[in-house]
């Protein structure tokens, strides 16, 4: 049995077609809601950092990214972050506490090849790319403001 | 009233943020590591070009919490040492901007995961 | 004698024995519906070892001990051990290998080894290389999740047609068909079971190329396998009175009714898939389960007993395998895929 492209474009096709499909109203429903909370989360820490300890607009940014980051990475830890994923999607990857739950969750199941080339090096697996292109943008768009 | 308009703005602002995220995520192929990738990049762009000071005016934290406002932070770094320290300043600005947050990330990171272990679920 | 008949298919002289099987599965599959089914359940993550692979690795090696201790020969009486898993260089069926202390041939079929291993099995002692022969195979979900796909702990939706890799692993003790050991004798052995036939899949390769969608992929190479073996064999559907196949998952398995209907085979009423029947419907899995490890225990632990029971008569068992390595899907190569099956039946010799 030899099977021709057509039946196998046929196919591809037809899968594309029958596969179940997610409930997209309802996943942008809850990544709003949960996107939305985390960033009060962010706006309570800012007020604190403003009003209550009277940090500087520079240390009011580095205190909220900051605590932010210990917030997602502390409940990847306690293995809760992946359960608000399940259901928030792109509500719980967009925001910072995302991209600290990118970083920990390589970095503790890489534990079992030890501390350098297991957590050490596996910790930007996935968060990686984000710097790596963030920093490279940033730096063309520093090189093209020196021009103009 | 002031400080309940700014909740309200974090709120709206942030989860619209996410959804754009979502509907890339549920309508199109891109993996999340992608997705991650170009609200990075996208962040960077509108900063340059100037949108993304409005939209952090307005959003406070609902802005600057997701991604796209890691990208503004960079962004806004490169162009501060550019306009202060010239090529050397458009290279090193960025980080310099968003020391705090890669420090932490890095710190915290390895902390929790020295502590915990993971679970199979 | 030449025993291969038709173009990919072989007819044993004497059909092989199977005469125990042993089963070790994780907790969320034994709190499935199978659970009784099963030997021994896992109610710890890493059970009492340091990591997920070790974790596996004894689950492979307890599997084998199991169903080598209810048949009663010594684990040195044993010719060979085929078997293998999901993980880079099938190093869970290797390290159990070197424990057990079996001549060991390892293979490598994806979530195919169980057919594979006990297509190969029951060749290798009715060719008379062998008497006694176990086969196994084993997949660990962190394990697996680990190396294909993302850490367990980060956030993100599964997709509607993604698989969980189950846990466990399975195993098949092969004697010769002459061997006449009883119940009587062998309280826990499997007295009627035997495999008389088995077909050897081609890779098939029909485009797809979303990683998350596995039983679409392979529904093609179990069709090819499937079909394959009717025409080798002379027999049609109504010799069987159940097609087996391993982890195509709930769209898989969709999907390959719907290509055997293209071509004239209606499979719908006898076909079910391990994947679809070994977790419970509270876990919301949205497609069902996967992995070498999935087939391995429902054969191993829920279908040869059904037929010893006298439930079934005569079974096509066909696991499938995706062959692809994140390495080549992040090159854009599609997913092959394979299936062998094997026709297990009741006779009472």
């Known amino acids: 049995m030899a099977y021709s492209d057509k039946e196998k474009k046929r196919y591809q096709k037809q899968v594309t077609e029958r596969m179940p499909k997610s409930n997209a109203f309802v996943q ?25 300890f009277k940090f500087s607009k520079e240390n009011t940014a580095a205190f909220t990214s900051m605590s932010m980051i210990f917030l997602g990475s502390f409940l990847t830890g306690l293995g809760v972050y992946d359960k608000i994923g399940k259901v928030a999607g792109a509500g ?52 093209i403001y020196c021009f103009i | 009233m002031d400080m309940l308009m700014n909740f309200v703005w974090a709120f709206i602002i942030g989860g619209a943020i996410c959804v754009v995220g979502q ?45 796209t406002g890691f990208g503004y932070s960079l962004a806004n770094g490169a162009i501060e040492g550019a306009m202060e320290n010239g090529i050397i300043g458009a290279i090193t600005g960025g980080l310099t901007a968003t020391a705090a947050g890669i420090a932490a990330a890095i710190f915290f990171g390895y902390l929790f995961a020295i502590i915990f272990k993971p679970h199979s679920k | 004698m030449y025993k291969k008949i038709g173009r990919q298919s072989v007819a044993f002289k004497e059909p092989v024995r199977i005469l125990s099987s042993g089963t070790v599965v994780g907790k969320n599959e034994g709190k499935g519906p199978l659970s009784t089914f099963f030997d ?23 599997a084998v001990r199991i169903a080598v201790q209810k048949s009663g020969i010594e684990l040195n009486g044993v010719d060979y051990l085929l078997g293998g898993d999901l993980l880079n260089q099938i ?39 062998a008497n006694t022969v176990a086969c196994a195979a084993s997949s660990n979900f962190a394990a697996a999740e680990r190396q294909y796909r993302m850490p ?19 195993s098949l003790l092969l004697t010769c068909g002459s061997n006449k050991t009883t ?18 899949g081609k890779v098939v390769d029909f485009g797809i190329t979303d990683a998350n969608n596995m039983g679409a992929a392979m529904a093609p190479a179990a069709m090819d396998t499937l079909l394959r073996h009717f025409e080798d064999t002379g027999r049609t559907i ?47 899995i949205p497609c069902g389960g996967s992995g070498c490890g999935c087939s391995g225990v429902v054969m191993g632990g829920y279908l040869l007993k059904r037929l010893d029971a006298c439930d079934y008569s005569r079974c096509f068992f066909m696991a499938t395998g995706a062959l692809m390595s994140p390495t080549v899907n992040m090159q854009g190569e599609s997913i092959a895929s394979i299936a062998h099956g094997v026709s297990i039946e009741r006779l009472v010799i």
């Not at chain 1, 709003?32 to 962010?42: H, R, S």
């Not at chain 2, 199109?28 to 990049?41: E, H, P």
């Not at chain 3, 009587?184 to 495999?195: A, F, N």
Request: charged share 15%; hydrophobic share 45%; proline share 3%.
């Open chain 3, 40 to 62: 021994v359940i896992v109610n710890d993550d890493m059970w009492g070892t340091d990591s997920f692979e070790k974790c596996e690795r004894k689950m492979y090696e307890q």
């Open chain 3, 152 to 170: 367990l702990e980060l956030g993100g939706q599964d997709t509607p047609t993604t698989q969980r890799t189950v846990t466990g692993a399975g």
């Open chain 3, 238 to 284: 109504d010799d069987y009175d159940l097609i087996i196949t391993g982890d195509l998952g709930s769209f898989g398995s969709e999907m390959l009714i719907n290509l055997c209907k293209g071509r004239g085979v209606d499979i719908e009423s006898k076909h079910i898939d391990c994947g679809n029947i070994i977790y419970s419907k509270e876990l919301n």
């Open chain 3, 91 to 129: 190093t869970t069926a290797s390290y159990a290998a070197r424990e057990l202390e079996i001549p060991f041939l390892g293979l490598y079929g994806a979530c195919s080894t169980m057919a594979e291993s006990s297509l190969l099995g029951a060749m290798l002692i009715d060719g008379g290389f």
């Open chain 3, 183 to 200: 119940r009587k004798e062998r309280p826990e052995i499997l007295e009627h079971v035997y495999i008389t036939h088995g077909t050897i």
């Open chain 1, 28 to 52: 942008c429903i809850s990544a709003f809601l949960v996107g939305g909370l985390i960033c009060c989360i962010g706006q309570a820490i800012m007020t604190l950092g403003t009003e209550f």
């Open chain 2, 23 to 67: 509907l890339l995520l549920s309508f199109t192929r891109l993996t999340s590591a992608r997705i991650l990738v170009l609200f990075v990049v996208l962040g960077v762009f509108l900063t340059a070009i100037g949108i993304y000071e409005s939209i952090v005016e307005l959003g406070g934290a609902g802005a600057t919490v997701p991604l």
């Open chain 1, 92 to 143: 719980s990857i967009i925001p910072i506490t995302g991209f600290a739950n990118s970083i920990v969750a390589p970095a503790m199941e890489h534990r079992f090849e030890g501390y350098i080339l297991g957590v050490g090096a596996q910790m930007f697996t996935v968060a990686g790319p984000v710097l790596v292109y963030g920093v490279i943008s940033s730096i063309i768009v520093g090189i």
